[in-house]
């Protein structure tokens, strides 16, 4: 069963940028938009069974959305949830007024916290005084729920590539602002692959450890978290889906998760991504003489197997 502690809801895989670093693809002109309805829906029909202690929109880039992205943080917190977040490239913060008065609308909703992404891929795009602005009117309107400024770099240790060093400059200018710190790192995934990492290849082997921080200790056995994408997928990984809340409720598909029930994801649950080799294998996939890390090796695999699990390997966005 599904022990839920928070939800991810996808606003959309639509995107304004078009980032060196990003796992997803995506068409800024297409793709649907996660109603907030489905929101409601999903939240009513789970709301005497999970209290949730957070809620977060996500994308894609929400703000393309402003319309919808308010009704579903005010549905959050209509639903008693105190910890509701989203995520920007601050596109929008044009001015410091026009970015208060933009957020001071978003705080009356419901919303606690902002996470501004500020790096040397994003900042390819957007200048970085809009992330000044933005950063300006959360400290104003005190979004402190949950905020953080969240930079891409190449590689979890070194930070010499030229990619990094423009990221570390930007962390320099933005230092005083005192907002914390999230640090994450480009996966070898779709685009991200050709941007990724400096030396040695990471072991294949064992359980993935990135993902199991963010489903809780248990990991994919007893997940604390899932996304709900605008399709109506319940993932548990970008890309790894567990039911369709077009196919079934998603109380149900809560709370009758088990991971043996999934060949995909027990392999993962069970045995790591490297156990996905030999089922993809016996489909006629050829191994890779190396992979960077497991995540490499596990979208790999799962891409193509999309075939044979297409219920459990969507949506496309996740598979450029």
């Not at 978003?106 to 606690?112: I, P, Y």
């Not at 640090?183 to 070898?188: A, S």
């Not at 197997?305 to 996740?318: G, W």
Request: proline share 5%; hydrophobic share 35%; net charge neutral.
């Amino acid at each position: 069963m599904i022990k839920l502690k928070g939800i991810s809801f996808i606003l959309t895989y639509q995107c304004n940028l078009d980032c060196a670093h990003c796992f997803f693809s995506h068409d800024s002109r297409k793709g649907c938009v996660l109603g907030p309805t489905t929101v409601k829906n999903c939240l009513d029909d789970i709301q005497d069974i999970f209290h949730l202690e957070w809620l977060h929109v996500t994308g894609g880039e929400p703000f393309l959305f402003q319309n919808s992205l308010m009704e579903i943080i005010k549905i959050g917190k209509d639903h008693g949830i105190s910890n509701i977040g989203t995520v920007t490239n601050a596109f929008w913060a044009t001015s410091r007024d026009i970015a208060i008065r933009l957020l001071d609308k978003f705080k009356d909703a419901g919303l606690t916290g902002l996470c501004v992404s500020a790096d040397s891929f994003h900042q390819a795009y957007i200048p970085l005084e809009r992330i000044k602005n933005a950063i300006h009117a959360m400290k104003y309107l005190n979004l402190n729920g949950h905020s953080f400024v969240v930079s891409c770099f190449i590689g979890p240790t070194k930070r010499d590539s030229p990619q990094d060093k423009k990221t570390l400059a930007i962390l320099e200018e933005l230092k005083d602002f005192g907002i914390p710190l999230a640090e994450v790192f480009v996966r070898p995934l779709g685009k991200g692959l050709s941007v990724y990492g400096y030396g040695d290849n990471g072991s294949i082997d064992g359980p993935c450890e990135e993902l199991c921080v963010c489903l809780g200790d248990i990991g994919f056995q007893e997940p604390q978290m899932v996304y709900v994408d605008p399709y109506g997928f319940v993932q548990i990984c970008y890309g790894l889906t567990a039911g369709s809340i077009k196919k079934k409720s998603f109380k149900n598909i809560l709370t009758e998760y088990e991971s043996s029930q999934n060949t995909i994801i027990d392999t993962i649950a069970h045995i790591g991504p490297v156990g996905l080799l030999p089922l993809a294998e016996k489909m006629g996939y050829k191994k890779k003489n190396a992979y960077k890390n497991k995540c490499h090796l596990c979208y790999d695999a799962r891409k193509f197997l999309i075939p044979y699990y297409p219920d459990t390997l969507s949506p496309q966005e996740c598979y450029p």
